[in-house]
């Protein structure tokens, strides 16, 4: 057995800002207390790993293991550790849930204060369990780091899943597929009947526009600048389009207002730009409009909005991370869910390669060629 021993295995490790991942063997150390050692068995590229392999100033990294939706199976595990046991098929999630500190006793919150959400080279404990055959420490990634045969993670980061759901399914819910699909049921709670603007119609987006779907929403607008994607939207449940490049002297939110009526009653961000946030905000009805933003922009920016749109007519605008989901809890609901045949994955596989190819994965994304890739190891 390999317990307790360090492991040589392939890594596909980011050792420049904006360069191809280098396949390399890496020393993956044993698990600590209160972690677990995984053995990924396949891993799905989502655009956060994108973005923050081309970062070039702080919370740039490098070299760093990226990587962070999977599926694998628990090879051994740290001290204290009686959750799971080898064998166990498994998601890591980037999200904690410690089960015990206030916000994770709440059911208002999914921001677990034990082992807070941060952008961090390290695990919890500010160390990291990789490093290169010359002794070089190669940094994690959001608690997760799965483009390589075995990862470290803690407890708190990985939920079971049952291993009749097929891997390349599975790892869907890890991050982008949850983040829609949540954003639009837990963060929003859409209402049967309601009307749904998606802005930006990506992987996020048409997750969204699942989750919209599947709360029974009457109308699921989606924008975006390439009606290409409206098509594939289709699928997805998206029964309305605006093509924002080509909407003549009216701004997008005009157009919705009078698609819906005066608003759509659920606006989502979904690409991570400021002045996409305000447009959702401004296409959202007065009264009750909810926006939700989930677009990752610039760490920091500012986001501007007029006093009378709360004030007088009573917007609502808030931020959505992982969907509002408990890694633990509620994905356990979504899994039941698909296995019920209610939630729809197959839908957003549209590539798989060999773990050898994993830079074609970040080719395709980055193209707009596809959803999600799987990357088989
Ligand atoms: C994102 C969430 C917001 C910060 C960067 C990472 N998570 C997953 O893609
Ligand atoms: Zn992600």
């Keep these: 057995?390999?317990?307790?021993?360090?492991?040589?295995?392939?890594?596909?490790?980011?050792?420049?800002?904006?360069?191809?991942?280098?396949?390399?063997?890496?020393?993956?150390?044993?698990?600590?207390?209160?972690?677990?050692?995984?053995?990924?068995?396949?891993?799905?590229?989502?655009?956060?790993?994108?973005?923050?392999?081309?970062?070039?100033?702080?919370?740039?990294?490098?070299?760093?293991?990226?990587?962070?939706?999977?599926?694998?199976?628990?090879?051994?595990?740290?001290?204290?550790?009686?959750?799971?046991?080898?064998?166990?098929?498994?998601?890591?999630?980037?999200?904690?849930?410690?089960?015990?500190?206030?916000?994770?006793?709440?059911?208002?919150?999914?921001?677990?204060?034990?082992?807070?959400?941060?952008?961090?080279?390290?695990?919890?404990?500010?160390?990291?369990?990789?490093?290169?055959?010359?002794?070089?420490?190669?940094?994690?990634?959001?608690?997760?780091?799965?483009?390589?045969?075995?990862?470290?993670?803690?407890?708190?980061?990985?939920?079971?899943?049952?291993?009749?759901?097929?891997?390349?399914?599975?790892?869907?819910?890890?991050?982008?597929?949850?983040?829609?699909?949540?954003?639009?049921?837990?963060?929003?709670?859409?209402?049967?009947?309601?009307?749904?603007?998606?802005?930006?119609?990506?992987?996020?987006g048409l997750a969204v526009a699942e989750g919209a779907r599947l709360c029974g929403a009457a109308k699921i607008i989606g924008v975006d600048i390439n009606p290409e994607k409206f098509e594939t939207a289709k699928a997805f449940g998206v029964t309305d389009f605006v093509d924002s490049r080509s909407t003549g002297n009216k701004r997008v939110s005009q157009i919705i207002n009078d698609m819906t009526d005066g608003g759509a009653d659920y606006c989502f961000e979904c690409v991570g730009r400021a002045f996409l946030v305000e447009e959702a905000f401004a296409s959202s009805r007065k009264g009750w409009g909810k926006t939700i933003v989930i677009g990752v922009d610039q760490p920091g920016s500012q986001l501007k909005f007029n006093s009378f749109d709360v004030l007088h007519f009573g917007k609502t605008i808030s931020g959505s991370l992982f969907g509002g989901l408990k890694p633990k809890t509620d994905i356990q609901t979504l899994i039941k869910r698909y296995m019920d045949k209610e939630l729809e994955l197959d839908k957003f596989v549209t590539h798989e390669v060999g773990f050898a190819d994993i830079n074609k994965a970040f080719d395709l994304l980055i193209g707009g060629k596809s959803l999600r890739c799987v990357i088989w190891m």
């Design 1 to 204: 057995s390999t317990s307790g021993k360090p492991i040589r295995c392939r890594a596909a490790v980011a050792r420049k800002a904006g360069e191809p991942l280098v396949i390399e063997e890496v020393i993956v150390a044993p698990p600590q207390t209160g972690e677990v050692r995984v053995k990924i068995i396949c891993t799905s590229l989502c655009y956060s790993d994108v973005t923050f392999l081309n970062l070039k100033d702080p919370p740039a990294s490098f070299p760093r293991i990226l990587g962070h939706e999977a599926v694998g199976v628990i090879e051994s595990v740290g001290e204290g550790v009686s959750e799971f046991v080898e064998g166990d098929m498994v998601i890591p999630i980037f999200m904690s849930e410690c089960g015990e500190c206030t916000d994770c006793k709440s059911k208002k919150s999914n921001l677990c204060s034990k082992f807070p959400f941060k952008i961090s080279p390290w695990l919890h404990d500010g160390t990291s369990r990789f490093t290169d055959l010359k002794g070089e420490t190669i940094y994690h990634f959001l608690f997760v780091s799965s483009f390589t045969e075995y990862t470290v993670v803690h407890i708190a980061n990985v939920t079971k899943v049952d291993s009749a759901i097929p891997p390349n399914r599975a790892c869907l819910l890890s991050c982008g597929v949850s983040t829609g699909v949540g954003a639009a049921w837990k963060s929003a709670n859409v209402e049967a009947g309601s009307t749904v603007a998606i802005f930006g119609l990506g992987s996020i």
